[in-house]
């Protein structure tokens, strides 16, 4: 759950407590905060803030892509969704002072218990606990696309005007940028392949941007969600979206290599739903239609190839030192070929 003592990210506490103790709060360091494990992205440390644990969130080291990590989205939306949807929790500080810890920062509620990656803890069947899981994950989507944003002060949250073709252009744009001779056709297929595609998309709703089991905290008894963490992209626009951006973590068992090296969730275990249940049963409680849905499936993939592009540019690039970067601008072009496959039928 916490990263070792070597492995912890070091930030300048004593500067940070200053500056805290300034905006009328208080960072007790007598209880040393303790750098959360797992995740590829913003850097999360338990803290003691005012009296109780908080979570104190900031990007990653190195060159940020364009609107990603933002913390300062994040805030905006942590301060008020809580309201509507009791999951998300809620954001009690940001500042945007970089020379307090190198970037601008948040400090928002800490919610305990567990968090499922892409393996199951031992002692957890996948035959019991995949089919709870699964529809979990889609109830929870649900809910979150029915919120309705006015009430909460999001209503002009994005732009969801020309979502789509924004998201196919800008992530064709950042594929060019981290895709060398290799992949650099297959980017330029798969870019055209969208722009060509395009749909005009659906009713405007709160997406997450990147909602998967894994930022999702579980009561470890019960399994039951607690918290629905990393807002840093939220928006509203196209619902589909967000649930492209579930299936492509969501492997199954004959998927290829490229994906089943994702780790992201257990779902390619016995037990848990596959990809088409899970499609048919947002469609039940939604009533929404993806006749079309063929494009949103391989926007996500394609989004999901240029990310783990990126980590992998990061590490070349010597933004970052941890070992798990180092294979995946690989993983993005293995990615990227199964996007092509599943763009021209020979895959799902």
């Keep these: 759950m916490f990263c070792s003592p070597d492995d912890t990210v070091p930030l300048d506490w004593p500067r940070l407590q200053s500056h805290l103790r300034g905006c009328g709060h208080d960072l007790d360091l007598d ?4 750098q959360f494990a797992g995740g590829l992205g913003n850097l999360n440390f338990l803290i003691d803030f005012d009296g109780r644990p908080c979570v104190l969130r900031r990007p990653p080291f190195g060159e940020i892509p364009r609107g990603a990590n933002d913390m300062a989205r994040e805030h905006r939306v942590l301060s008020r969704l809580w309201e509507a949807f009791p999951l998300a929790p809620q954001s009690v500080l940001y500042s945007a002072d970089v020379s307090v810890l190198g970037a601008h920062f948040l400090v928002m509620d800490y919610r305990p218990g567990e968090v499922i990656g892409g393996t199951l803890a031992a002692g957890l069947d996948s035959r019991q606990v995949g089919p709870a899981l699964s529809a979990m994950l889609v109830r929870l989507l649900v809910s979150l696309h029915a919120v309705d944003p006015a009430p909460i002060g999001l209503a002009d949250l994005g732009r969801p005007e020309g979502f789509l073709q924004r998201a196919c252009e800008g992530w064709a744009h950042r594929a060019h940028q981290a895709s060398d001779a290799s992949n650099g056709p297959l980017v330029t297929e798969l870019a055209s392949w969208l722009k060509m595609r395009v749909v005009p998309g659906g009713a405007p709703t709160l997406l997450h941007c990147d909602f998967k089991l894994d930022n999702i905290v579980l009561n470890p008894r019960t399994l039951e969600p607690t918290a629905v963490l990393d ?5 509203r626009g196209d619902p589909l979206f967000d649930l492209a951006t579930l299936l492509s973590y969501w492997t199954e068992a004959g998927d290829p290599a490229s994906m089943q090296a994702l780790g992201q969730m257990p779902t390619a275990q016995p037990g848990f739903w596959t990809r088409a249940q899970v499609l048919s049963a947002y469609v039940a409680q939604t009533g929404r239609d993806v006749s079309n849905f063929i494009f949103y499936r391989v926007l ?18 010597g933004a970052t030192t941890d070992a798990r970067y180092a294979r995946l601008s690989a993983l993005g072009h293995d990615i990227l070929d199964f996007t092509h496959a599943v763009a021209h039928g020979r895959a799902h």
Excluded: C, N
């Excluded at 209880?31 to 303790?34: E, F, K, S, V, Y």
């Excluded at 807002?231 to 928006?235: G, L, N």
């Design 31 to 34: 209880a040393p905060p303790r």
């Design 231 to 235: 807002w840093d992209m939220a928006t």
């Design 300 to 317: 996500a993939l394609f989004k999901l190839a240029v990310v783990f592009l990126q980590l992998g540019a990061r590490h070349r690039a």
